[in-house]
RNA sequence: GGUCGCGUGGCCGAGCGGCUAGGCAGGGCUCUGCAAAAGCUCGUACGGCGGUUCAAAUCCGUCCGCGACCUCCA
């Protein structure tokens, strides 16, 4: 159905290009995941949808995809500068009394149900950092052993300086200039273990009171942040895969890093199209766990937030973001989300419209068959250009004005042939199911089930004072048939799902 | 300070040289017992100032405002 090339902005080229997928119809994909030591919040998400959609998409698209996206369980510290900098999960660990593994369990699960509650589809992989302790040596020796690396006092860092020398890479990814970094030193403590501040651990020396520890060729210690995911990209999607991608305030350093250890490694780049999403911010400031601004999923479902005014459904939230490009800053606030819970129903409601249209064979108007065959087919090239969820939305909007008009002109379409009336379905189907992963909302609340029950106990208790008992055994039938049992007693009529 | 990006109508948010984005909100109309829904329709835009061009929201310059990264964050 597409007539285009799928493009995708590069980050590492700053330019839209038609993605080639190394082996296809094999696509490799890796996208950083959260650190599990607190709760994840509405921004991380984002990230994590943004992928989703492009995971969709790609499957859609007939490739077959292997989507790895880590759980960071070890070596993200508080303060990566500053050697006293403590292990995220330790710290949590200590706070609350707890194994650093039944943190990254708790948090781990949150994160999975959330995912889940988003209708997000979970990755092929998911490994682990402390899963891949041995390979994230084996990688530090190799870096080692090609050069790139030094030991210092047990822990062992990366040669920037050095690397960059030999390979112009460094700084590509995220317009860095290496000298602008020199210049950016500055005093810090424990900087003297590294000879260029730019440099960073690979694997770092167990201060005594780090609970996380591993035994290694230099020291008693853990590896570094940025080394599990070239270490784990590495592992399940070879050395040269398609997709990596993250979100932007991972470009520098994370990412940046990570092609530096790859190539300090292996002697080549390791990913083909770096993909960043941008930044959720609430009142035009970056959500951010370090902010405290954050918004809790959680709290953006029950409505217990002090942002919001009102709870949002996850596929409300899903759909307001898939309202705006991911490559854009996204606001949240109530007026927008609730504009957003409006739309996303008129689209569903839409949906279901078309459902209910029946289709005779008639006289065909050419030009609005062509103009729905076209629309059909904009929602794919806006897709296939850079993934644009927002454009494909605004096509998919236009045909649920005409699905309406079908609908108010009888439910009969006869307008159009009967080859694009199912394009235009499975248009719907594609878009809204596979490929946005929206569906219904969550049934309705305990309070509206309870309110239209008793009025339909009323209504049926009147005419049963009527004897009309017509009315009243056909209420009490099908309800019957919804699996609600009428149970009528002295006191009145109560029910009970049966 | 360095690097990058952004400023679009009441709100959100696409577009990025000529052609209606879209959603929400507001006005009018149609339909319907009423209401809602739905359809039709209307209005209010491209931060300021210059420049390039037959033509600029879209390119260039400049000024103002905002943000991100440069330190942990998706």
């Not at 009323?458 to 309800?479: F, G, N, P």
């Not at 919804?482 to 002295?490: A, N, P, R, T, W």
């Amino acid at each position: 159905m597409q007539n285009t090339d799928l493009k995708i902005f590069n980050t590492l080229t700053r330019t839209k290009e038609v993605f080639k997928p190394v082996n296809p119809p094999f696509v490799g994909m890796y996208v950083c995941g959260p650190t599990v030591y607190n709760h994840v919040h509405l921004g991380n998400c984002r990230t994590f949808i943004s992928f989703d959609i492009v995971y969709r998409y790609l499957l859609h698209l007939g490739y077959k995809v292997r989507y790895v996206r880590n759980i960071t369980d070890v070596g993200h510290l508080v303060n990566e500068e500053e050697m006293t900098g403590e292990d995220r999960i330790g710290k949590m660990a200590r706070i609350e009394k707890l194994e650093p593994m039944e943190i990254v369990q708790r948090y781990t699960n949150g994160f999975h149900d959330v995912m889940k509650q988003f209708n997000a589809l979970p990755p092929s992989i998911e490994p682990t950092a402390t899963g891949h302790i041995v390979e994230q040596i084996n990688m530090v020796q190799a870096i080692l052993d090609n050069g790139y690396g030094y030991v210092s006092n047990g822990s062992v860092y990366f040669d920037t300086l050095k690397y960059a020398k030999n390979h112009k890479e460094f700084g590509r990814l995220s317009g860095k200039i290496m000298d602008d970094l020199q210049v950016e030193t500055r005093d810090l403590k424990g900087q003297s273990e590294k000879r260029h501040p730019a440099d960073f651990a690979i694997w770092m020396k167990a201060q005594p009171e780090h609970i996380m520890r591993w035994n290694s060729p230099w020291s008693v210690g853990f590896p570094g942040w940025h080394l599990e995911c070239s270490v784990m990209s590495t592992r399940y999607l070879g050395d040269k895969f398609d997709i990596h991608g993250g979100g932007m305030d991972l470009q520098f350093p994370h990412h940046e890093n990570e092609i530096a250890q790859n190539i300090g490694a292996c002697g080549h780049a390791p990913v083909n199209y770096w993909m960043h999403t941008n930044m959720l911010t609430v009142n035009g400031t970056k959500m951010s766990k370090s902010l405290n601004n954050s918004v809790l999923p959680g709290e953006m479902f029950t409505g217990e937030n002090d942002v919001l005014a009102k709870a949002y459904d996850p596929m409300v939230v899903r759909f307001f973001m898939l309202q705006t490009h991911y490559s854009s800053t996204l606001d949240f606030s109530d007026e927008a989300l609730q504009a957003g819970e409006k739309g996303f129903r008129r689209l569903m409601e839409g949906y279901k419209t078309l459902q209910s249209l029946q289709h005779k064979n008639g006289k065909v108007e050419e030009s609005e068959d062509q103009a729905v065959t076209e629309e059909c087919q904009a929602c794919y090239e806006h897709m296939n250009d850079d993934f644009s969820t927002p454009q494909a939305l605004a096509v998919l909007f236009g045909l649920v004005t005409r699905v309406n008009t079908y609908k108010d002109k009888g439910g009969v379409v006869s307008s159009i042939s009967k080859e694009t009336f199912d394009r235009l379905n499975k248009v719907f189907r594609d878009f809204i199911e596979d490929i946005f992963g929206l569906k219904e909302e969550e049934g309705a609340d305990e309070e509206v089930v309870d309110g239209l029950m008793q009025l339909i106990i009323d209504i049926r208790q009147s005419s049963r004072e009527k004897k009309d008992w017509d009315t009243s055994d056909k209420i009490r039938a099908v309800l019957k048939e919804l699996e609600i049992q009428l149970k009528d007693g002295k006191d009145g009529t109560s029910w009970t799902k049966a």
